[in-house]
Antibody, heavy 122, light 107 residues
Framework: EAQLVESGGGLVQPGGSLRLSCAAS????????MSWFRQAPGKGLEWVSV????????FYADSVKGRFTISRDNFKNTLYLQMNTLRVEDTAVYYC???????????????WGQGALVTVSS | DIQMTQSPSSVSASVGDRVTITCRAS??????LAWYQQKSGRAPKLLIYAASSLQSGVPSRFSGSGSGTDFTLTISSLQPEDFATYYCQQTDIFPLTFGGGTKVEIK
């Protein structure tokens, strides 16, 4: 069965940087596009970014475009989210998730990590 | 961006009740809609994809319907483990967007 485990969350000051990792196992990682989502405390779910199985294409939410970079290492079966110029409003639990069907978003996301808390505060 | 509007935002129900949650898209999304269940402090869980297809392992008391702009999630007989927050998500185009969530609480 697929498993996703996030790491790298923590406390960072506004304007700072952080890199999240998502270690994948139990499926052929390179065959699946992957995505990041986030959830601010007490709020709903927000899509952040997506990356194709080969590393392209990539898409971003307007709220993070130009500040966040999604990437993957298919040899290490790991997904990344580099977050720069962090803002207080980026405070959230960040989830990585796997497409249910390899290269299309149409069937949703069937496996999610446990989440990594990112707190942006001075 | 496609706006997803869920209603109600919360519902109080008893074990055994039938619960219906609706989701409306601001433009047509064919059948590209997913439903997720999220329990407090946990990751979302996929229940329904393509508007009406039941995810493997999900109990048959959950069902989805609709196409175009109007969609419904129905729990036919609410069980204790179903008390959670439910989200719809359009899976048609980027940016992917969610409804605001429906919290199902114990009456």
């Amino acid at each position: 069965e697929a498993q996703l485990v996030e790491s790298g969350g923590g406390l960072v000051q506004p304007g700072g940087s952080l890199r999240l990792s998502c270690a994948a196992s139990g499926f052929t990682f390179s065959s699946y596009a992957m995505s990041w989502f986030r959830q601010a405390p007490g709020k709903g779910l927000e899509w952040v970014s997506v990356i194709g199985g080969s590393g392209l294409p990539t898409f971003y939410a307007d709220s993070v475009k130009g500040r966040f970079t999604i990437s993957r290492d298919n040899f290490k079966n790991t997904l990344y989210l580099q977050m720069n110029t962090l803002r207080v409003e980026d405070t959230a639990v960040y989830y990585c998730a796997k497409y249910k069907q390899g290269g299309t978003i149409r069937e949703g996301f069937d496996y999610w990590g446990q989440g990594a808390l990112v707190t942006v505060s001075s | 961006d496609i706006q997803m509007t869920q209603s109600p935002s919360s519902v109080s129900a008893s074990v055994g009740d039938r619960v219906t949650i609706t989701c409306r898209a601001s433009q047509g999304i064919s059948s590209y809609l997913a439903w997720y269940q999220q329990k407090s402090g946990r990751a979302p869980k996929l229940l329904i994809y393509a508007a009406s297809s039941l995810q493997s392992g999900v109990p048959s008391r959950f069902s989805g319907s609709g196409s175009g702009t109007d969609f419904t999630l129905t729990i036919s007989s609410l069980q204790p483990e179903d008390f959670a927050t439910y989200y719809c998500q359009q899976t048609d185009i980027f940016p992917l967007t969610f409804g605001g969530g429906t919290k199902v609480e114990i009456k």
